[in-house]
């Protein structure tokens, strides 16, 4: 059984920052993908970055291009997601995802791992 676990969440004032971590355990897989996803109050779940595992290909939404920043560590099995200058509107519960294919890589669809996820709160 595969286990994700987030870790970094909290709460910031508008323009700070925050590190999340997503620690990969359990079945081994060859990941294709491994990123976050967001799902604020009311709101559906929306894709905010990605990375591809062995080429690193990194892709983000436009809403956070420019300040936030996703990596990984591949011996530690752990993506990171950097978010710099913060705004109220990235208050959101945060979710990491995986999965071993290449399909899908915006869409939650494209995902069948997922963290419990961790909260967000950006205060004005």
């Known amino acids: 059984q595969v286990q994700l676990v987030e870790s970094g969440g909290g709460l910031v004032q508008a323009g700070g920052s925050l590190r999340l971590s997503c620690a990969a355990s359990?079945?081994?897989?060859?990941?294709?993908?491994m990123g976050w996803f967001r799902q604020a109050p009311g709101k559906e779940r929306e894709f905010v970055a990605t990375?591809?595992?062995?080429?690193?290909?990194?892709y983000y939404a436009d809403s956070v291009k420019g300040r936030f920043t996703i990596s990984r560590d591949a011996a530690k099995n752990t993506v990171y997601l950097q978010m710099n200058n913060l705004k109220p509107e990235d208050t959101a519960v945060y979710y990491c995802?995986?999965?071993?294919?290449?399909?899908?890589?915006?869409?939650?669809?494209?995902?069948?791992?997922w963290g419990q996820g961790t909260q967000v709160t950006v205060s004005s």
């Open positions: 995802a995986a999965d071993p294919d290449s399909v899908g890589v915006l869409n939650t669809d494209g995902y069948n791992y």
């Open positions: 990375i591809t595992w062995i080429i690193g290909n990194k």
């Open positions: 359990g079945r081994t897989f060859r990941w294709f993908k």
